[in-house]
């Protein structure tokens, strides 16, 4: 009989942990990427990111291509991304950009299939001025168009069902892993070891995420070479600092529950 209450409260505990991993990693996903103010939020970090500017030089370069093409002017990369960054720190093109990376935030969540652009009179004279330093011939020809620059943002994949699944899943895993660990406790003979384990998987859990917040953004996805994981990239790295409260809250409950569990193991 012991035996058998031992197997049932572990099975019962394992259950309970698969619902609670899905429910934190639901919670922590709602936190963060599937926000729908996140990106708009951060917004400040991702235009003054190295990162983001390289991605949107790139796409400066496509748009001058007819023009420099036609006129067999060079500029390279790293004088447009200097004249992006100049531009991007400008109150009007800041505006645009946090405009434009709501859409990019619709996009992700599947609302906004629009196209992911800045652009217009303002944006067009700050770019031909910039352009003008290294060559005046571009920068008025870029004056007598009306640029409109793509973002990062075009072919962000569409997580609009597992947004929505997220947010179903956080109170309903919740609730089941409560109550499977409140049965794993009441059925386990050794109930200071199934308190142990909960505190040892929230511990794992915490480091999982923090994992997830920093490993990934700074080694995965910059391997991607897709517009999408340049703003995961930021935004990953930007969010994990925000959500830094919730870590210590997995951190600390879990040390708190493998502390209680030794003491509990000493008082029987």
């Known amino acids: 009989m012991s035996a058998l209450r031992r197997l049932l409260g572990n099975i019962l505990l394992s259950l309970g942990i698969l619902a609670g991993t899905i429910a934190i990693l639901a919670h922590l996903s709602m936190l963060t990427i599937f926000n729908p103010n996140r990106l708009a939020n951060d917004a400040q970090t991702l235009s003054s990111s190295s990162t983001m500017q390289s991605a949107i030089a790139d ?20 004088e447009l991304q200097s004249v992006i960054a100049a531009a991007l720190r400008q109150p009007e093109v800041q505006a645009q950009f946090i405009s434009a990376i709501r859409q990019a935030d619709g996009h992700l969540l599947g609302t906004d299939h629009a196209p992911v652009t800045i652009g217009g009179p303002a944006l067009t004279q700050f770019i031909a001025a910039g352009i003008s330093q290294y060559s005046s011939s571009l920068g008025n020809a870029v004056a007598q168009t009306n640029l409109h620059i793509a973002i990062p943002g075009a072919d962000l994949p569409n997580l609009g069902p597992l947004a929505r699944a ?32 909960i505190g ?53 409950s879990g040390i708190i529950l493998y502390a209680l569990s030794k003491v509990a193991s000493k008082l029987v």
């Open 59 to 78: 796409s400066l370069t496509n748009t001058l291509s007819p023009i420099t093409g036609a006129a067999g002017i060079t500029v390279s990369h790293g």
């Open 166 to 197: 997220a947010k179903t899943a956080v109170p309903i895993a919740t609730e089941i892993a409560i109550v499977l660990f409140l049965l794993a406790l009441i059925i386990h003979k050794a109930r200071s070891a199934v308190i142990a384990r």
């Open 200 to 252: 040892k998987w929230l511990i794992a859990m915490s480091i999982i995420a923090v994992l997830i917040f920093w490993a990934v953004p700074t080694y995965l996805l910059p391997k991607i070479h897709l517009s999408w994981a340049l703003i995961a990239t930021v935004v990953l790295k930007a969010t994990g600092q925000g959500v830094t409260v919730f870590y210590l809250e997995l951190a600390i």
